[in-house]
């Protein structure tokens, strides 16, 4: 999707692109074509509501912006309510045809095993999830030990502002303030034994989703076991591990809580928190109804749920200054799923950014990068810096991930979120006109 896009972006601009694929050379164990653009999980983008949903408003601001991948998606539509689901094989078709019949890209079906030889002057790596063993190392070595992974444990994220803070507080383990921090760094949610007895009774029943057969093979990391996995170890193991209760006061109740689980800022804006440890392989549905559970989260909105996978992403808050360049080499750009972004539709819009960003750099143009109120930008800033480096994990685009905004007018309940979200796609649409110089033609 990533390099697809990026290349299109490249020739719209007159800019010549050989674009290499592995495949059918070396396969996947998720490919079953050597298609430029196969679907290998579901063949749907998600919502297409622009001004209520945020992938929605991505979508829109991918029409906007000439996006291959869009244009081949509208174009092989099947019916899905809401959202976006494609038929597989028009899709992938339409994305290789389209650039092969171009004159200015070359398509080579080789193995790039190694970085780039430095004559490759521009280049962008947008190699997936599913990197090939010898380019993931061949990064890895050069990148270090801690800015590649190749597994993925997602702990669950919560919209701030849907946890009840009459039952949670701020306070970090003994007032203990660290890097940047304050001694209240993090948001804690109390549990007696009887609400701790319960979660983990919960835990153990609820339903896990299997591992793919080519993921059974990858260990788990002790530091990063899901919370099923320690449960089973014994019902008292979460509570000396991420949910232990020790060097912290609940300000609501003279109660000293039995377990906590404790939530951390995870993005800049301060809109995003992760339920420390929680990275879990409990379906979705199972996750939502548990950790709604908990004291302070019952009526939390999840901008992210858990999970457990086999994947390849590098640290991009580490790694990659904003117009995606790697800060150890100018000129190599990384796109797609493997800067840490979820999703088809997320990997396609890195994509576009990297294609355009080295276009401008291929024909001396000046550029802007997109403003941090459009999705575009949202996702960007998150990746190259938003994001903490030290906790950084692949990312759907949210709302959560926008500068807040204030609404004009008295609203409650639902409706008070409702209107957020339009005033926040409305602001974006506006401001990506403005970036791509079309206001004219808004107006």
């Known amino acids: 999707m990533a390099g697809c896009e990026a290349a299109w972006q490249l020739v719209s601009a007159g800019v010549p692109v050989i674009l290499h694929e592995m495949r059918p050379v070396r396969q996947t164990e998720a490919h079953v074509t050597d298609g430029l653009a196969e679907l290998v999980c579901s063949n749907s983008f998600r919502s297409d509501d622009a001004e209520n949903n945020a992938v929605g408003l991505l979508h829109e601001e991918m029409r906007r912006a000439n996006s291959l991948i869009m244009r081949c998606g509208d ?40 970085l780039p030889p430095e004559d490759w002057d521009t280049v962008i790596i947008a190699t997936g999830p599913l990197t090939a063993a010898p380019l993931a190392e ?73 591992f793919k057969e080519w993921e059974k093979s990858t260990p788990y990391f002790e530091g ?49 928190y992760n339920l420390v440890g929680f990275q879990t392989k409990l379906k979705h ?67 576009l950014l990297a294609g355009r960003f080295a276009a401008a750099e291929r024909v001396g143009a000046a550029f802007n990068f997109p403003p941090e109120t459009t999705a575009f930008g949202a996702l960007l800033n998150h990746i190259t810096g938003g994001a903490d480096e030290k906790s950084f994990q692949p990312m759907n685009i949210n709302f959560g991930l926008f500068p807040p905004i204030k609404v004009e007018g008295k609203h409650r309940g639902k409706e008070k979120g409702r209107a957020k979200k339009r005033a926040i796609t409305a602001r974006a649409l506006t401001d990506l006109d403005h970036w791509l110089g079309t206001k004219a033609a808004a107006e």
């Open 75 to 114: 174009d092989h539509k099947l019916p899905a309510g809401g959202a976006l689901a494609v038929d597989r094989e028009g899709f992938a078709k339409a994305v290789e045809q389209t650039l092969k019949n171009h004159p200015l890209v070359s398509i080579r079906r080789e193995c790039v095993d190694t």
């Open 138 to 210: 061949a990064i890895r070595a050069q990148s270090g030990e801690d800015a590649l992974a190749f597994f993925d444990a997602i702990a669950p994220i919560v919209y701030k502002d849907s946890v009840d803070m009459s039952k949670a507080w701020f306070q970090s383990r003994y007032d203990k303030a660290g890097p940047g921090g304050d001694g209240a760094d993090y948001l804690n949610c109390p549990l007696t034994e009887e609400e701790y007895s319960r979660f983990i009774d919960g835990l153990n029943a609820g339903e896990k989703s299997d």
């Open 224 to 272: 990063c076991l899901p919370i099923e996995v320690m449960a089973e170890r014994g019902r008292e193991t979460l509570r000396f591990g991420p949910m232990k209760p020790i060097g912290l006061t609940n300000p609501h109740s003279d109660q000293k809580p039995y377990a906590v689980v404790q939530l951390r800022q995870d993005n800049a804006l301060g809109t995003l």
């Open 285 to 351: 549905s199972e996750q939502t109804k548990l950790f709604r559970t908990i004291p302070g989260l019952e009526e939390a909105r999840f901008a992210r749920l858990g999970g457990l996978h086999r994947n390849t992403f590098i640290n991009s808050p580490k790694m990659l200054d904003r117009s995606l360049q790697w800060n150890k080499r100018p000129g190599l750009r990384f796109a797609g799923q493997i800067t840490g972004v979820e999703g088809y539709v997320e990997s396609a819009a890195i994509g």
